[in-house]
């Protein structure tokens, strides 16, 4: 067994078709596929939550925020197409698309009326105002 252990770090096939033809398994252009999730960061002050999502290459056409009471939802369309001229010829083509989404609970409602989002160089920025707890009313005792 430990014989294989060379092969078993680097991958089976990798280490037996480097050889073959090197030029075959080429690395995909773009790198990483689409994320698995959203990151996210929530800050918390007095009177708001302030949350940076990580979005890289959605379009901020493609992101849908949706806040119902204290659970907020960001969900996202992905796409990347590579471009080409008309003097170019096309040996290669990688794009990618697809869905990404991420739901969360804040520990207080929201004001979704009043709440302000906004993406930027591929973090979406949302500020997230607490709404204010209704003071009961004193009742008249008759």
Known sequence: MSSLSPF????????????????????????????AQ??????????????????????????????????????AEISQVDSQTKDDKLLRSERYYGEVSRSFQLPTDIDETTSKARYDNGVLTL????????????????
């Open 38 to 75: 959203i990151k996210v960061d929530v800050k918390e002050n007095p009177n708001e939550y302030v949350v940076e999502a990580e979005i890289p290459g959605a379009g901020k056409d493609n992101i849908q925020v949706n806040i119902d009471g204290n659970v907020v939802s960001i969900r």
């Open 127 to 142: 500020t997230l105002l607490k709404k204010q707890k209704q003071g009961g009313q004193r009742m008249l005792i008759e």
């Open 8 to 35: 078993v770090s680097r991958g089976l096939f990798d280490e037996l078709f480097r050889d073959v033809n090197p030029g075959y398994f080429i690395k995909p252009l773009h790198g990483d596929p689409l994320p």
